[in-house]
């Protein structure tokens, strides 16, 4: 079965990091694009950052970049977002996705992934 488990969110105060996991099973990840998304109460659906399989291209949503990192682990079959320095409006619901073929610069510009972690809640709040 295909499918993505994830793990690691919870709750820290402003300036503070997390790092979400995303274990892959039924399929290699690395031949995958990988990407992270998140929701908040009220809002839609937003790419936070993805990353093209062997090719190795990497995105990230403006308001991430240099605070957030996307990596995988090739032996784990995992896949990780490290958050640093978060702020209150991190603050959703954050999923994993992966999808065989993307157009690399659409990775965090759309939700049109084929596999979907079951969703983690980070909360950023003193």
């Known amino acids: 079965q295909l499918q993505l488990v994830e793990s690691g969110g919870g709750l820290v105060q402003p300036g503070g990091s997390l790092r979400l996991s995303c274990v892959a099973s039924?399929?290699?990840?690395?031949?995958?694009?990988i990407g992270w998304f998140r929701q908040a109460p009220g809002k839609e659906r937003e790419g936070v950052s993805c990353k093209t399989g062997m090719g190795g291209y990497t995105n990230y949503l403006d308001s991430v970049k240099d605070r957030f990192t996307i990596s995988r682990d090739h032996a784990k079959n995992t896949m990780y977002l490290q958050m640093n320095s978060l702020k209150a409006e991190d603050t959703a619901i954050y999923y994993c996705?992966?999808?065989?073929?993307?157009?690399?610069?659409?990775?965090?510009?759309?939700?049109?992934?084929?596999?979907w972690g079951q969703g983690t809640q980070v909360t950023v709040s003193s």
């Open positions: 039924g399929f290699p990840l690395d031949f995958y694009t």
């Open positions: 996705a992966a999808v065989r073929y993307i157009n690399q610069r659409m990775c965090v510009l759309t939700t049109n992934y084929s596999y």
